[in-house]
């Protein structure tokens, strides 16, 4: 076995270039419990009302239908918990960050995309 090639994270490859490619599906990608319609935690009801009120255009990934995407991208992103939020390919954090962000007004920063 070639270690050079195994990514850091412990990961095969394979899924780590799948959750490379969820990552940048979209400019703005939200992986959290439910859909933004029907949020199924209050973390994740939370920060879609934030990219809302942000007038953010974003999608996002329902990890509670994918055991593997849930699992792995806590070891992706050294991030234990959900919701995830990536802004161009990369993780801005969590709801409390998110909120942060916001109330800084750097939030709103963050999500002009092309």
Known sequence: MNLQSAP???LSNDLSSHLHS???KAPVMLF???SPEEPRCGFSRQI???L???NAKFETFDILQ???VRQGLKSYSNWPTYPQLYVK???VGGVDIVRELADSGELAQM???P
């Open 48 to 50: 879609v009302s934030i």
């Open 66 to 68: 994918d055991e593997v």
């Open 89 to 91: 390919g990369e993780l």
């Open 52 to 54: 809302r009120s942000n």
């Open 111 to 113: 999500l002009v995309v």
């Open 32 to 34: 959290m419990k439910g």
């Open 8 to 10: 850091a994270n412990g």
């Open 22 to 24: 969820l990552i940048n």
